[in-house]
């Protein structure tokens, strides 16, 4: 089975208006709420390839019950500890040009709700895989991660890690499966100046790094410059398609899932990393999670570059 935990979910608002002023009432034109967070965007998209999977994390209140609701409408196991508090709501207004963004901090979870999680998760076995993505809430510090990563060797299943917490070089050498960071987390992970990266074989080198300390494969997503995938036999990487940006919020999201989806349906790395690009570019050029419809066309625009032969002789 496929399991997605999201500590930190939330319902986002999206919002527009014609004009935005301070101390008067403002009356949208349009608004949009939608369940998320990192793993919980990796489940509807798995869902929409057909990938059965189960969400796990902390949900609370009227907030997390609307969640859980649409999870379960799209046809989405579930599987959460229910806190106390209320899980929070995230509001985007768009006014003209000016975009606003308020990122509330959600409820405080507590041990027992934590410990909770961790039994549910030691329950998994051998032929199970976890994903781990998003922001730590309040009360949780990153030795979570390890207790899970420490929990995929013991049990077995595979863990896929999207997490920005340094925390992360802990788990390395648990073996993860995945992770995936972004150019900017890779560079605060290893102390580097994130314009370094603008080399690729700067890039290269950190990422083997991440290799070398104990991960099994690593891609990196790097916005309109495409993705990097390495492993220890390759290094791949693709261009990204060109297209109108609506909301990059959710692009690496689905870039993850439908890769680790694409792995899970037998398709080759380079297809996946071909597929999985050309998705990520899908839900960066609409306003939610892409349905997928127009992968196909942007998958011919998608150039796939093997960097292996070069890395090797360098």
């Not at 999870?71 to 500890?81: E, S, Y």
């Not at 032929?127 to 390890?146: A, H, Y």
Request: net charge negative.
């Amino acid at each position: 089975m496929i399991y997605t935990c999201t500590m930190n979910p939330a319902i986002d608002l999206f919002t527009e208006f014609e004009h935005f002023e301070p101390h008067v009432v403002n009356r949208s034109v349009f608004e949009d709420y939608q369940a998320n967070g990192k793993t919980i965007n990796i489940s509807f998209m798995l869902k929409k390839m057909g990938i059965e999977n189960c969400a796990t994390g902390f949900l609370g209140g009227f907030t997390g019950k609307y969640i859980e609701d649409e999870l379960r409408r799209a046809g989405i196991d579930t599987d959460f500890v229910h806190i106390d508090g209320i899980t929070r709501i995230n509001t985007f207004i768009k006014a003209g040009e000016k975009e606003y963004k308020a990122v509330n901090r959600g409820p405080v979870i507590d041990e027992k709700a934590q410990d909770a999680l961790i039994a549910k998760i030691s329950g998994l076995e051998p032929e199970d895989l976890l994903f781990v993505s998003g922001s730590l809430p309040r009360g949780v510090n990153g030795t979570i991660l390890k207790r899970i990563s420490e929990l995929s060797v013991k049990k077995g299943f595979r863990l896929v890690l999207d997490v920005s917490a340094k925390t992360l070089l802990d788990c390395l050498s648990d073996h993860p499966f995945l992770i995936k960071p972004s150019d900017e987390e890779l560079a605060a992970w290893l102390d580097e100046d994130p314009t370094v990266f603008e080399d690729d074989v700067r890039l290269i080198d950190a990422a083997v790094q991440l290799l070398n300390k104990g991960a099994e494969r690593v891609l990196v997503s790097r916005g309109e410059k495409g993705t990097m995938y390495l492993d220890r036999d390759r290094v791949l990487q693709t261009t990204a398609p060109r297209g109108e940006v609506v909301n990059t919020a959710c692009a690496g999201d689905t870039l993850l899932g439908t890769f680790v989806g694409s792995l899970l349906q037998q398709k080759s790395i380079e297809d996946a990393l071909i597929f999985a690009t050309a998705a990520g570019s899908s839900t960066a050029f609409t306003a939610g999670l892409s349905d997928l419809k127009d992968v196909p066309e942007l998958m011919q625009q998608v150039k796939l570059i093997n960097d292996t032969e070069g890395v090797r002789k360098s």
